[in-house]
């Protein structure tokens, strides 16, 4: 069986055509997020189906079931992933690589990833994840940018002892995920899995990585992917971070922001977006299109100084934070800091020394110079 999504192609061609055509006798697939075609838009449920294709059963892990069932994995030897991810915490390919990683070794199953590029693989930042806030959205006490691939970060799961990492009720999708997490799986969970990672070739984290195929829908290009760190961070506030345009991840803005020229109105777009914040509303705010590629790829940190400013502007502070801030972020602390007045620079050097702890900790899984 394999884990994969429109990413999942080389030389043109998908994995599974690849396979097929080789005659390796593939028993179904399994979608993540924006399900196997990557046509969903992000947070929608994606039901399990039949490829038009190759008449393969789809599983979606981003329906009804986080994880892969025993009955789903019964006629299953080999579990291969390959998914092309962005190296953030909150990006949710990660997860499903957790839970899938978890699965196999539950059910004795041979888990191959099939690794590639991190396009935000040149840096480290973030907060590392603290106990108590684990969800969908973050499951292992990593930095919000790693600087690792999936293939690597599988090795550290195993090596840290992270896989028996669960989340309640995260099978039935649980209506509250904000619960603390708890280790309900053995420990031997983690020696237990047969994992065989295929390395990239001529690959250096330090180099620039163009993404062939968008990795999601809302990620459509390079420079929203080297911006996504830092506006994702957006989805736990009142701005708008352009879903429902034509430049998702590339600016931000709200009705009642006085700063900045660019002018834009986010509507409902199929697959895209649905009922996106300030929809039908003409936003006022910047364009950061040349922003990512001219200045983030040197400034190697998360930049939170459009978060400060805008909550600085907001003329309702009190509801310019939602909830889910907390998890995308990660810690309870940093939204006190902005409310309190910290500016970014202060922010930033808070978690300096955990990033040097994971650091250490880190380079005996790396794989890539």
């Not at 697939?29 to 789809?58: C, M, W, Y």
């Not at 990660?94 to 590639?116: G, N, P, W």
């Amino acid at each position: 069986m394999i884990i994969a999504n429109q990413t999942s192609v080389v030389n043109g061609v998908h994995l599974v055509d690849t396979l097929l055509k080789l005659g390796i006798n593939i028993t179904g697939v399994f979608a993540p997020e924006h399900g196997f075609r990557g046509s969903a838009a992000n947070g929608e449920h994606v039901s399990n189906q039949t490829d038009a294709k190759t008449g393969l059963p789809i599983y979606s892990l981003y329906g009804s079931n986080y994880k892969p069932t025993k009955a789903q994995l019964e006629n299953c030897d080999i579990l291969v992933f390959d998914i092309q991810d962005v190296g953030v915490r909150f990006y949710t390919y990660l997860t499903t690589m957790h839970f899938a990683m978890q699965a196999c070794s539950e059910y004795h199953k041979t888990f191959i990833v099939l690794d590639r590029p991190n396009p935000n693989g040149y840096f480290m930042d973030g907060p590392i994840l603290q106990s108590g806030l684990e969800s969908m959205v973050g499951v292992h006490p990593i930095p919000l940018v790693h600087g690792m691939t999936l293939g690597e970060l599988s090795y550290m799961i195993i090596g840290e002892r992270w896989l028996q990492i669960t989340i309640p009720n995260a099978v039935n999708k649980s209506k509250n995920p904000s619960k603390n997490l708890t280790s309900i799986i053995k420990s031997e969970i983690n020696d237990s899995l047969n994992l065989i990672v295929v390395p990239c070739k001529n690959w250096m984290r330090s180099q620039r990585y163009s993404v062939p195929i968008p990795p999601s829908p809302n990620l459509p290009t390079d420079n929203s992917i080297l911006l996504y760190p830092s506006l994702g961070l957006f989805e736990g506030t009142i701005m708008s971070m352009g879903r429902g345009t034509n430049k998702p991840f590339e600016c931000f803005g709200a009705p009642w922001l006085k700063q900045g020229s660019y002018t834009f109105t986010p509507t409902d777009i199929q697959g895209k977006a649905i009922n996106p914040p300030y929809k039908n509303q003409l936003c006022r705010g910047v364009l950061l299109t040349d922003f990512g590629p001219s200045y983030l790829h040197n400034f190697k940190h998360l930049y939170l100084e459009w978060l400060v400013m805008l909550y600085d502007e907001c003329p309702d502070s009190i509801k310019f934070f939602n909830p889910f801030f907390t998890k995308l972020i990660g810690n309870k602390e940093v939204q006190k800091m902005i409310e309190s007045g910290k500016d970014a620079n202060y922010i930033r050097n808070s978690w300096r020394n955990d990033i040097e702890v994971f650091e250490n900790k880190r380079w005996k899984y790396l794989l890539y110079p």
